[in-house]
């Protein structure tokens, strides 16, 4: 609170890190997450999602190999090429996912599916898991133009308002947003099916986050009818 103090008494000059430029960004917690998708799309029966089965995790390897080599550790090396791949990595994941949740909604909406309740519910506990990944990594790619841009400090108008935004005391002194922050909040939007903590101010964003739960809320309704039906 005293630094909060200070800001405001003296340090007419003092800008938060989210609004001047800064290091660059880890993109191991990323990495990560695309490798679970992967597994998790591999782990799918292949009733689900887009064929051949093998294809679309092979391109999504690929793609993250070159992703890694451009920028192995820190995102410091911006380059259009790694722009586009990244943006196309995204949209085959979620391509593959809402393909999958639509094949599984039919299949529950027209009797199609079998009498696995643990199969049923481990399948669209992997499409809910992927689900809230994808849209976490579609809101750390374009919000205020993505993590190069965010870095640079190149735009103060953000597409998603989070608290410390509003309150800055309330957080360390050096805080932006980061990936798991953009991950938490899809999390918290298909937990709620709606903005918890983290407000979308942009229309892409509030679109964004209306499709991520309309996903959600069919494949988990119809999840869970389908599978007490079977269980009773």
């Known amino acids: 609170m005293a630094r909060a103090r200070a800001r405001h008494a003296g340090e007419s000059d003092w800008m938060p ?9 880890n993109r191991l917690p990323v990495s990560a997450s695309i490798v679970v998708v992967i597994a998790l799309q ?15 995790p092979l391109l999504e390897i690929a793609l993250l190999v070159v992703l890694t080599a451009i920028n192995p550790v820190r995102l410091s090396r911006e380059t259009r090429i790694g722009r586009y ?14 393909a999958s949740a639509l094949v599984l909604d039919y299949g529950i909406l027209s009797g199609k599916t079998s009498n696995d309740a643990i199969g049923l519910l481990s399948t669209g506990a992997a499409i809910y898991l992927t689900n809230i990944i994808v849209f976490g990594i579609w809101y750390w790619e374009l919000d205020r133009g993505g993590p190069f841009n ?8 953000p597409d998603f308002l989070f608290p410390q935004m ?12 980061r990936y798991l922050d953009y991950l938490y909040t899809s999390f918290t939007n ?14 892409w964003a509030k679109s964004l986050m209306a499709l991520q739960s309309a996903i959600a809320l069919s494949t988990t309704a119809l999840v869970l009818a389908r599978a007490v039906n ?3």
């Open 17 to 25: 890190a989210w609004l001047r430029p800064t290091g660059p960004e």
């Open 42 to 56: 591999i782990w799918l029966s292949g009733r689900y999602g887009l064929h051949p089965r093998w294809l679309l």
């Open 85 to 98: 791949l990244s943006m196309a990595l995204a949209g085959l994941i979620t391509l593959d996912n809402v």
């Open 150 to 157: 965010r870095a640079a400090g190149t735009d103060p108008h």
């Open 166 to 177: 509003v309150s800055p005391e309330m957080g360390p002194e050096h805080w932006e947003p």
């Open 190 to 203: 298909v937990m709620a099916f709606s903005p918890t903590d983290t407000m979308p101010l942009s229309r």
């Open 230 to 232: 079977i269980l009773k």
